[in-house]
């Protein structure tokens, strides 16, 4: 089956700018995690959906980030203005039904640089 | 909210030897303990997970071992081949309306030949 794709793989941006990801998780899975990824650290969730609902956005910096799945399948996650410290590798993650423990598969990411 | 924490942040072997990676979490509520190795510049990947009500599980060269009272949970890489370099990252899971999945910070090993 096809994974998670994700795009672009690389974005530079001045801070302040704005950037925009796009994924599309396996068909067929409800769930669908972004994840930010540090340099040197593990995957920190940022916003969970399950179908086109948020269930869970606790860690997402509102004032800056914004994400959206409108039709309950791709997803696309956004910043404005960005900030150095949004440097960063940006996951997607998707799950056949994250109200189970099931495997979440993850995208190739979108590794972005702010300068 | 789940901490986890993973040790060691690196680790080097001889090609042949054993890797143990050790994680802790503070929830005791966590149910689903996965395992994901990370390549330089690749999509991290499942390679084991282990359930709470299972105390250890095997596949091929590499197990999984869990602790639920002491709350920990352990990775074994047997007979280590230069293909086990990467970073490997724990996590622990459990159910708060949906599935909420909290890594550890990461472990680098380096298989020597």
Known sequence: ?????????????????????????????????????????GPKLLIQFQNNGVVDDSQ???????????????????????KLEDSAVYLCASSLDGRSADTQYFGPGTRLTVL | GENV??????????????????????????????WYKQELGKRPQLIIDIRSNVGEKKDQRIAVTLNKTAKHFSLHI??????????????????????????GQGTRLTINP
């Open chain 1, 1 to 41: 089956e096809a994974g998670v794709a994700q795009s672009p793989r690389y974005k530079i941006i001045e801070k302040r700018q704005s950037v925009a990801f796009w994924c599309n998780p396996i068909s067929g899975h409800a769930t669908l995690y972004w994840y930010q990824q540090i340099l040197g650290q």
């Open chain 1, 60 to 82: 997402l910096p509102k004032d800056r980030f914004s994400a959206e799945r409108l039709k309950g399948v791709d997803s696309t996650l956004k910043i404005q203005p960005a």
């Open chain 2, 5 to 34: 924490e993973q040790h060691p942040s690196t680790l080097s072997v001889q090609e042949g030897d054993s890797a143990v990676i050790k994680c802790t979490y503070s929830d005791s509520a966590s149910n689903y303990f996965p």
């Open chain 2, 78 to 103: 047997t007979e280590t081949q230069p293909e086990d370099s990467a970073v490997y990252f724990c996590a622990a899971s459990w159910i708060q309306g949906a599935q909420k999945l909290v890594f």
